[in-house]
């Protein structure tokens, strides 16, 4: 159980890469069936992906997305920085327009398989979905849900606690980032 949490501790949103150093299709793939093999509502498997590992398609995908909400003076990794893959999770409508709980799953199995295989990577809904579908042409039927960006972290990502319930994750003069997380008390309702 310790392995599995010190897992779950390392799978930070990292959003800084050592974009020279490749994630290979294969492995995108074996992280792929990570999601495949993770529970699934209904069992109906409708989220499918779409690989980029190149740098022409990973540049036709980094236009399309907003990186830290909180972070209001910062546009995103400089190039250098940026992802080295990215996986485009998509709702397949053709099985069912319903995709509920699964997108959090699947993103979750194939981070903490990305942070076992001592990469990383951030969850991203803030897509411009109508360009990305567009500039990929992908069929209408595949919604896009959100975008994993994966590569290799440069950027160190602490964990601590809360302070007057502020949770805005942030970055310090040294660009640590910070994420304060709520405590296990604040979590758990006694009734």
């Not at 998509?90 to 398989?113: E, F, K, M, P, T």
């Not at 160190?156 to 405590?183: I, W």
Request: glycine share 6%; aromatic share 8%; net charge negative.
């Amino acid at each position: 159980m310790d392995y599995l949490k010190e897992l779950v501790r390392e799978n930070r949103s990292y959003r800084r890469f050592n974009q020279s150093v490749n994630i290979s299709k294969e492995m995108l793939t074996d992280l792929i069936n990570l999601a495949r093999l993770s529970p699934s509502a209904r069992n109906a498997q409708t989220i499918k992906y779409i690989i980029s590992n190149t740098p022409e398609r990973n540049d036709l995908i980094f236009p399309h997305l907003s990186w830290a909400g909180y972070l209001k003076d910062w546009d995103g990794p400089v190039e250098g920085e940026r992802p080295s893959a990215y996986l485009i999770m998509v709702n397949d409508s053709r099985i069912s327009d319903a995709h509920y709980c699964d997108q959090g799953i699947a993103a979750q199995s194939i981070l903490l398989g990305a942070v076992e295989k001592g990469f990383g990577g951030c969850i991203i809904a803030a897509v411009d979905k109508p360009k990305l579908q567009k500039d990929f042409d992908i069929p209408e039927y595949f919604k896009i849900i959100q975008v994993l960006a994966l590569g290799k972290p440069v950027e160190k990502v602490v964990v601590e606690d809360a302070v007057d319930d502020e949770v805005k994750y942030y970055r310090d003069s040294n660009g640590v980032h910070h994420v304060p997380k709520r405590s296990l008390d604040d979590l758990i309702l006694d009734f």
